[in-house]
């Protein structure tokens, strides 16, 4: 199998969900997509991570993104595990959580990292876009979990490049100012951002968030 990097096309697979049969590439369409891996059910940090999306589904709706969970159990298990999910963390699951009992999927998408563990995922996300193409990857260990509104922060971020040619600077959330891309030249700049820029250097060129 070979690395999985930003840019590549996303693997398509089917696979059995807690919503039936997903073919992902269909079930994505248009829109963009967020894939991560669940080490194992009935785990504790899953089932928190799990709920928190689910809490958090509107907000990926508004940006146009389309959730998946997996977890290398059957669906059998899974259907079993969402009513703890639900009872425990105050929130029904709302997306799809795909079965992965042969690894299949795992395995596509280099979840499986064989030192830290022979037979669990760790917990990888994974941003796609609408051209299929990964645009994100982060691997946490099994013990930590994610930060969902990191998560979302990245796609705010990848959506503010794709529509704006804008970069986001460190620490930067939503409504701070943005970086005007390096691709973008000075000509083409002035045509995008005719209020101008502050550029403390030629290379740093800052202005505000385009979409607010
Ligand atoms: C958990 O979700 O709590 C977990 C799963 C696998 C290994 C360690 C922790």
Same mark, same amino acid.
């Given at each position: ?38 080490? =194992? ?7 928190? #991570? ?8 509107? #907000?990926?709706?508004? /940006? ?10 059957? $669906? #059998?298990?899974?259907?079993?595990? &969402?009513?703890?999910?639900? #009872? ?9 959580? *795909?079965?992965?009992?042969?690894? =299949?999927?795992?395995?596509? +998408?280099?979840? *499986? ?8 995922? &760790? /917990? ?15 691997? +946490? ?11 979302? /922060? ?15 600077? $460190? ?29 403390? =250097?030629? +290379?740093?060129? *800052? ?6």
């Amino acid at each position: 199998m070979a690395t999985l990097r930003l840019g590549d096309i996303a693997p398509d697979f089917t696979q059995d969900s807690t919503e039936g049969r997903i073919e992902f590439h269909k079930w994505l369409g248009n829109s963009w997509g967020v894939l991560f891996s669940h080490p =194992k059910d009935f785990t504790p940090v899953c089932t928190t #991570e799990l709920g928190a999306t689910a809490k958090l589904k509107g #907000e990926f709706d508004k /940006r146009n993104v389309k959730v998946l969970a997996i977890s290398v159990d059957p $669906v #059998e298990s899974h259907k079993g595990w &969402v009513g703890d999910i639900e #009872e425990t963390q105050g929130a029904a699951l709302n997306f799809p959580l *795909i079965a992965d009992p042969e690894k =299949k999927v795992a395995d596509l +998408y280099d979840m *499986i990292h064989p030192n830290a563990n022979d037979t669990l995922t &760790v /917990r990888s996300v994974f941003v796609i876009g609408p051209d299929k193409k990964v645009k994100l990857i982060i691997t +946490y260990p099994a013990s930590t979990g994610r930060n969902i509104d990191e998560i979302l /922060r990245v796609i705010d971020s990848l959506q503010l490049t794709a529509n704006y040619s804008v970069a986001t600077p $460190v620490n930067w959330n939503d409504g701070d100012d943005v970086i005007i891309a390096s691709s973008v030249s000075d000509d083409d700049a002035k045509a995008k951002f005719p209020q101008g820029w502050d550029a403390p =250097k030629p +290379y740093l060129r *800052i202005v505000p968030q385009p979409n607010k």
